[in-house]
């Protein structure tokens, strides 16, 4: 949100004029005596103040890991916020077993490369800007993965298919990367207020995208959840009516996280709260209280997983009301 400070004109006796900046904004541009700033003048008189010279390159952000047992959390760690280029050390000779895992950390991190290979150093950079591709885009990707897992995850229990199950366990990696770029954008922006302008979202909004990002990453989860125990209960016969109501609840959610994030993109505010939230959630409320009472009743094994279709496509629903709750006009 926009803050407004009024500040009074100072002329001097050589006839130029001085104005103070508000401290706090000095502080967090990381500015001090003698720094330079460009003053920009826009086609309608206003005046934009640019810290640093126009032609300034910024520099790469580096960090440095030590090679240790839990080196794939800390170069996971680095990643996420924000590190260009990331140094990882041994005090000895790297192991081939541990060149391994640094591999596999990093298949995880999207535009992130190997660039230099020491006896004991690994060099890695990632190539991708923060601005490369749109945050907008990389969620509505995100949605639509989480979507496609969600909807074949429940083909997979309703057609007892045990190969498409599989595939969306295993796509719940890709989704994961998604995540983690996501993060690793939106972080470098509030660290970066310079980026924000860049970027076209507001400091606020990337709290919210988070948010959003999180959610979607979880709807992925609770669709693997789903195809876990599509496998499971491949070999059993299921009343059709309980099926059948899963099936319909389903469709439900994903027509609600759909419409969610539709409307989060045109900050429909009404459209969220009226039809998404008191239409659409307190149907799918409705239909998984009938769904758990026909559970209630099936033998204890097949219940067990059951349940856990139903709970996954509850907490779906919950983290799309979730997201609704972010769904308002500035």
């Known amino acids: 949100m926009s803050s407004v400070e009024y500040r009074k004109l100072q002329e001097t006796k050589s006839g130029s004029y001085l104005i103070s900046l508000p401290k706090g904004w000095v502080t967090r541009m990381g500015l001090k005596g003698g720094a330079t ?170 709290l919210d995208y988070r948010l959003v990002a999180r959610a979607l990453e979880s709807n992925g989860d609770q669709a693997v959840t789903i195809a876990r125990s599509a496998i499971a209960l491949r070999h059993y016969e299921l009343p059709l009516e309980v099926v059948e109501g899963l099936v319909n609840l389903s469709e439900l959610v994903r027509r609600i996280q759909d419409e969610t994030i539709t409307s989060l993109f045109k900050m429909d505010t009404r459209y969220a709260e009226n039809y998404i939230k008191k239409e659409l959630g307190v149907k799918a409320h409705s239909l998984l209280e009938q769904l758990n009472q026909m559970i209630l009743e099936q033998p204890s094994t097949i219940a067990l997983y059951l349940n856990e279709i139903a709970n996954s496509l509850r907490r779906i629903k919950e983290n799309c009301i979730d997201i609704a709750d972010l769904i308002v006009k500035p």
């Open 37 to 206: 700033v460009a003053l920009v003048e826009e086609s309608d008189g206003t005046i934009v103040i640019k810290t640093g010279r126009m032609e300034e390159i910024e520099k790469p952000n580096v960090a440095v890991v030590e090679l240790d047992d839990i080196v794939g959390r800390e170069i996971l760690g680095k990643y996420l916020m924000g590190a260009d280029i990331i140094h990882i050390r041994a005090p000895r000779r790297i192991t081939l077993d541990q060149r391994e895992r640094i591999k596999n950390t990093l298949t995880a991190l999207v535009g992130t490369e190997i660039i230099e290979e020491k006896p004991n150093e690994i060099i890695v950079q990632c190539l991708l800007s923060p601005l490369a591709i749109p945050i907008k885009t990389l969620l509505r990707r995100a949605h639509i993965l989480a979507l496609q897992m969600h909807i074949d995850a429940i083909t997979a229990f309703k057609d007892k298919d045990e190969d498409l199950a599989k595939s969306v366990v295993r796509r719940d990696d890709d989704l994961n990367r998604l995540y983690f770029l996501i993060v690793r954008q939106l972080r470098s922006i509030v660290q970066n207020p310079r980026l924000s302008e860049k970027a076209g979202i507001s400091l606020v909004e990337c």
